[in-house]
């Protein structure tokens, strides 16, 4: 084993066969003892006193030996630079115990994130990114250490950017309705199916000047009425029309006339007819080019239907102009409660139908755009409250289920406007609400996509394609 002296260069030859025979000459001349080899653990730490001999190589594990003359620690002591080297060891083992529980927490935490996902316990999509910084461990003893920063991101439209993109598709309609109501001197006679109790009895006229009279939509040959006599008192009759007149009956318990006599015997009173007119406000929003998508309630009379439809009015959020409505709806679709009504020369563009209502999830925000009490560009919030459609009826189990059930405040004039979600898709048209608006309902989109491909619907699209040389098929 080749040895060397440091600054003093390459051992002699007397020096040398010294250190062969384990003996080293003095500044004397002296022999010296033998030089004792020091023990180390796994540490480093010495198990057994270095030899007073100053003199050997650089071991490379053990730090520097001192020079021959050169002065320095006593004999036996271990050196701080043996002891650098301890400590770089232990700051290693250190260094990798606390690195090894930085990895557990993160696996930790990646795993807690991934048992939320699969249990449903986050409903939009997230964005998350972390970042770490770590120590590196020195000879000063510093430790080794891990931050990490997590941020999550919705990826859902804020309520601000849901109404910019939304809101200049959505309508407010003013629909009239015109007809004729039954009339009793000095009494009144009202509708039991209207709302309220003060809807008169309708009827209307062909064109030949014949009335018809109507109740719960349709056209019928008889009518049940309340009639109110000027002291208070009230009693059902019946409504028929002779020879375009109409007369009223008494009716018992079961909706059937009373006999005089064996008779059926009109009671004694002057009835007649007398204009009727009623405007109603609602809401819509595009679907297609010119089209408009809405409730059936809001273009139709709960007693004439869609039979007395007059036209109105449509006015785009934001915007002063009003567009006259002339033509007829496109089409109607009572049992969903919806129907599609042409306003053209707004440029409004159709909103994007989402049709799967089984996305939707309970707890999803959602939001109602509408013209509540005829105030346009109106916005609420809210959360889907139920992950099953709701029925047309409560407590009727054969009745369709139709509702989407959310927690956006609606009220009068909110009918037939969009329901949305976080995407600014169209989910649903509202249509109604009960109490006090905690339970508000929403037709799915679904049925507004199916009577938009109806044929019968189509063919009136191309109808009035050809008559405006527009494409309204989207």
Known sequence: MSQERGDHGTLGEDEQKGADSGTSPGDDGRRLPPQITPSYDLFGNPLMPASSDPVGSAGPDRGSRFNQGTTGSPPGAVTSTTQSDANKQTISVVTYVIGGLGVLAIFGFFAVMGVKMIMGWHHDTKTISISTSTTTATDTGSKTSVSTDISTTSSGMSPTEIYKACAPSVVTLTIITKGYAV????????????????????????????????????????????LHLPKGTKGSVLVVLAKATPFLFAVDEDSKPVLEKGKVVPLPLKTGFEKYDCTGVGSGFYVRPNIVATNWHVVSDKAMGDAGFRGGLAQVTDKPAKFTITDKPIAFDPVHDLALVYVPGTDCKPLTMEPDYGKLKVGEPVYALGSPYAMAGSISDGIVASDELRPAEDGDRDAPKLYIQHSAKIDHGFSGGPLLDNQGHVVGVNTAHKGNGAVNLAVAARYVEDLLDKPSTQEQIDKLSKKSQVDLHG
């Open 183 to 226: 009339s009793v001197d000095r009494c009144k006679l009202t509708d039991p199916y209207g709302e309220g109790g003060d809807d008169p009895i309708l009827a209307l006229l062909d064109d030949n000047g014949k009335p018809t009279l109507y109740q719960k939509g349709k056209p019928v040959e008889k009518a049940l009425g309340i």
